[in-house]
């Protein structure tokens, strides 16, 4: 549920910190992008006031298409120690990304429950999480309008900081140095399916138990094959039963998606997944739901 009143929170950005952002999104002005916010705080409960100071950058394995957008969490955190080492008080206050690309003006569901999700992790530092979403480029200054989130601990409200609680200040960058990220490496042809196969369902079960918890793993004795079954909330709130299935019997592990029988929700939609395959079961939901999430905003139901 969105609560537009302002949420307990106020917010002093520097300048050079939405430079920065602006840079990112000049850069990719046909994929999303996105990064993490740095800064401090005061204040506990009722009120915060939030101070956002520098920004860690998506990262050189980030993933990124015209309507979702993935960092590369290992190289953030490094990047993030580092920074703390040299400025203890910095906090990871929130993440920021853009639609501005996709013209979806305001959080999606995915992004809603992704938040949630991270407030709500018992290893998250604060009790709240703030968000920044790019959701226009202008012609003059600002380059972009941006709106702002605000996430509590367990509270299944997403509250939007009005702009009068929002000030830019003039205030020093945060370092963020660069990591030279760790190289990976390949696995041998004669082993590349069953490695592929077993680290993408390692990586599947940690991300669905994650932001997805009601897919759930099973196995199929018929098909010796593991498959996900669940139902998949959409953005105005409706749901459709998915069945993410793996096949191993190519050179790679290959997943395909398929729904139970639903006339109501943009069967066109989903008969253009008939025949697909993904290297991963995450990556046939996500797409799945964003085209799903799509076609529901466009008006579509076809």
């Not at 910095?90 to 991270?118: C, K, Q």
């Not at 932001?211 to 139902?231: C, D, I, Q, V």
Request: some cysteine; glycine content about 6%.
């Amino acid at each position: 549920m969105f609560r537009t009143k302002k949420g307990g929170a106020s917010v002093s950005i520097a300048r050079a910190t939405l430079e920065s952002i602006f840079d990112e999104c000049d850069m990719y002005n046909i994929d999303e992008t996105g990064g993490r916010l740095l800064g401090t705080f005061a204040g506990k409960g009722a009120h915060y006031e939030i101070k956002v100071t520098g920004v860690i950058d998506p990262g050189p394995n980030a993933r990124r298409t015209s309507t979702s957008f993935f960092q590369d969490g290992d190289y953030q955190e490094k990047v993030f120690r580092e920074i703390e080492a040299r400025n203890p008080d910095v906090e990871h206050l929130g993440n920021w990304h853009t639609h501005h690309v996709n013209g979806f003006p305001t959080l999606s569901g995915g992004d809603i429950t992704t938040y949630h999700n991270i407030v709500n992790h018992k290893n998250h530092n604060t009790d709240f999480f703030y968000a920044l979403l790019v959701v226009r480029k202008n012609s003059g200054n600002p380059r972009y309008d941006v709106r702002h989130f605000f996430f509590r601990r367990d509270d299944d409200r997403v509250y939007e900081i009005p702009p009068t609680s929002v000030h830019v200040i003039d205030a020093p960058l945060l370092s963020t140095a660069q990591i030279e990220p760790q190289k990976e490496v390949a696995p041998t042809p004669a082993d590349v399916r069953k490695s592929h196969a077993n680290a993408e369902r390692a990586k599947d079960k940690e991300f669905f138990a994650e932001f997805y918890p009601r897919l759930k793993a099973l196995f199929s004795e018929k098909l010796g094959t593991f498959y996900w079954k669940g139902p998949l909330t959409l953005v105005d709130g409706s749901a459709i039963d998915i069945v993410a299935a793996e096949s191993v019997d190519g050179p790679a592990a290959e997943y395909s998606i398929i729904t139970t029988p639903n006339k109501t929700i943009c069967p066109d939609t989903v008969a253009d997944y008939k025949g697909r395959t993904f290297p991963a079961a995450r990556h046939a939901v996500l797409n799945l739901e964003r085209d799903l999430n799509q076609a529901l905003y466009h008006g579509s139901r076809k």
